[in-house]
């Protein structure tokens, strides 16, 4: 079976959930609850880029929260 997140030339979303989590997402998936489009229709390569100048800070929100160190990119997903 063919893996739908290694298609370089099909068409992906950037996805975010409430811990401020990134996903690269096929279009052509229904998103999942619990996840918001912060990217629309876009080849592979400029989703990932786009995740990588984002996701700075793997950390959870609620980790972050935790230890009181809220970051710029989390801050932006509320």
Known sequence: MSNPF???DSNYLVLI???GQYSLWPASL??????????????????LDYIAEQWTDLKPLSLCDE????GAVHEASR
């Open 6 to 8: 290694e298609y370089e």
């Open 17 to 19: 959930n409430e811990e």
């Open 30 to 47: 229904e998103v999942p609850a619990g996840w918001t489009v912060m990217l629309g229709k876009a080849k592979r390569r400029v989703c």
């Open 67 to 70: 230890i009181g160190m809220p």
